[in-house]
């Protein structure tokens, strides 16, 4: 089963406007935590946002929050407020905590190509 | 954040010949390291994860033979791709962490190399 869901594989949205990027996961781990990625056309990862599991609050970031459902364990990622250089891939991640508390690998989603119009 | 580098950036070889990629993270000191593949419009696939001092533990399906990875200090790894083929060519990625026991610990990523094998 896989790990990272990201159902849209592309996304388009008007600038200045909000855009919300769906992630579902499925760990069974009670310790885990979900991070979200932008991949411009140049190929660098650059960190957007990072939720725990444990964290009572949504994540926020500027202009990026993290709306977390736990319980229907997903973790969408919401841009406010779009500009032209949002436009890029964006790439969901879990980590698990594993056993004997060290934290495993990162697993991606297949990402979402997000596309700012004017 | 952090800053992680990676050299070359881009890389043209023969089928057949070796290419090394080296992976440094620059202010500060990466307890474990990681290597990831991106195929064009795919997700990253985690390769292998090395800590200093140890041998890389690879994923399932990679070739520990052809994808040698060397952790030499905390700064530095590398990856060689030994006879390299076409198939071969991707977007090579690595990523370091700071500590192991936490799944908010960070990954900070470099930039990327592109490899082309003719």
């Known amino acids: 089963a896989q790990k990272i869901t990201q159902t849209q594989p592309g996304m388009f949205v008007q600038e200045k406007e909000a855009v919300t990027l769906d992630c579902t996961y499925d760990t069974s781990d009670p310790s885990y935590g979900l991070f979200w990625y932008k991949q411009p056309s140049s190929g660098e990862m650059i960190f957007l946002i990072y939720q725990g599991s444990y964290d009572q609050q949504n994540a926020t970031e500027g202009r990026y929050s993290l709306n977390f459902q736990k319980a229907r364990k997903s973790a969408n990622l919401v841009i406010s407020a779009s500009q032209l250089g949002d436009s890029a891939m964006y790439f969901c991640a879990m980590r698990e905590a594993g056993f004997y508390g060290t934290a495993s690998k990162l697993t991606f989603g297949t990402g979402t190509r997000l596309q700012v119009t004017l | 954040g952090a800053v992680v580098s990676q050299h070359p950036s881009w890389v043209i070889c023969k089928s057949g010949t070796s290419v090394k990629i080296e992976c440094r993270s620059l202010d500060f000191q990466a307890t474990t390291m990681f290597w990831y593949r991106q195929f064009p419009k795919q997700s990253l696939m985690l390769m292998a994860t090395s800590n200093e001092g140890s041998k890389a533990t690879y994923e399932q399906g990679v070739e520990k033979d052809k994808f040698l990875i060397n952790h030499a200090s905390l700064t530095l790894s590398t990856l060689t791709v030994t006879s390299a083929h076409p198939e071969d060519s991707s977007f090579y990625i690595c990523?370091?962490?700071?500590?192991?026991?936490?799944?908010?610990?960070?990954?900070?990523f470099g930039p990327g190399t592109r490899l082309t094998v003719l």
């Open positions: 990523s370091a962490r700071v500590g192991s026991g936490s799944v908010g610990n960070e990954q900070f």
